[in-house]
């Protein structure tokens, strides 16, 4: 199939040599030439402009946030540059606000639209094994099936509205931020009293929390590896912020995402602005003072 594919940083380049690796015609586009030159000698096509990445059957993006969205596809004009019928996939994290315009604007201008953000690092990218959400009309999403099935180990449906995708993204990750919050300031207490993280760590990820989210992260934080980042911290406090505003016009009630936010924030206040959301436990680390004790 001809397809395009805009937004290469990690997730994207993954996810887009996926389906060049699958034989797909694949027209990539980034803001920065060398993410798209590494897919160009994979066998992708790199476009000099958006639009030109957006001559397929089918478009997927993979854009960092809000604003990097609203700048290609509204401000940029590229909605308005994309032939009718054109359907775009949307694997970005965005705000419900963003994702219901965007469904608005793609049904005014006769394209379809699904949303289908993804759960999952890089390296899951890589391997195909996502868990991908996808929310929108019945037959753009048997459109698209083909190609989420080739980066995904198992598509997640959520209804014909798109935002619905995009909410359970949101809450899905303000669910992993709490884990990792949690262990951060558990392995801290542990560490006062004498026991190595190593060893509290392994334990909780190997008995009481022996999940992915427990285990990836609290590996990290034993290692005190917190670059380069799997899950950016940033991106772990835009996402804390866009559920906070989601629950806001719903009227739902989350005091833990308040928590969170300060806790987020107070980590990059302390130099993490490229670190890994493993990095909370280096900021519940110092707020205990662990290094002065010691």
């Known amino acids: 199939m001809k397809v395009g594919f805009i937004g290469l940083g990690a997730m994207g380049s993954a996810m887009a040599s996926n389906l060049v690796a699958a034989g797909h015609h694949v027209t990539v586009w980034n803001r920065s030439e060398a993410a798209a030159e590494k897919l160009a000698s994979l066998g992708a096509k790199a476009a000099s402009t958006p639009d030109r990445a957006a001559q397929g059957e089918v478009l997927h993006s993979m854009l960092a946030n809000d604003q990097a969205v609203r700048s290609v596809f509204l401000d940029g004009g590229l909605l308005d540059a994309m032939d009718p019928g054109t359907l775009h996939v949307n ?43 996808v929310a929108g009309a019945p037959g753009a999403i048997e459109k698209a099936r083909p190609l989420l099935e080739t980066m995904a180990a198992r598509l997640w449906p959520m209804g014909e509205t798109p935002e619905r995708a995009n909410v359970v993204k949101l809450a899905g990750n303000f669910m992993i931020v709490s884990a990792i919050e949690s262990l951060a300031e558990a392995s801290v207490l542990a560490r006062a009293y004498g026991v190595s993280a190593v060893d509290f760590i392994e334990l909780m990820t190997s008995t009481l929390f022996a999940s992915p989210v427990y285990q990836g992260y609290g590996k990290a934080m034993a290692e005190e590896r917190f670059t380069p980042p799997g899950f950016a911290l940033p991106l ?26 300060e806790s987020l924030i107070e980590a990059l206040a302390d130099g993490a602005q490229e670190m890994d959301l493993a990095a909370l436990a280096r900021a519940s680390a110092r707020r205990a003072n662990l290094d002065r004790r010691a």
Do not use: C, W
């Open 91 to 133: 694997h970005a994290t965005i705000s419900v606000a963003l994702a219901r315009q965007l469904a608005e604007e793609h049904a005014r201008r006769g394209l379809g639209y699904v949303a289908a953000p993804v759960f999952g690092r890089p390296d899951v990218a890589a391997a195909g094994k996502l868990n991908m959400l």
């Open 236 to 261: 772990g406090l835009k996402d804390v912020m866009l559920a906070q505003d989601a629950a806001q016009a719903e009227q739902v009630p989350m005091p833990l995402a308040g928590v969170l936010r």
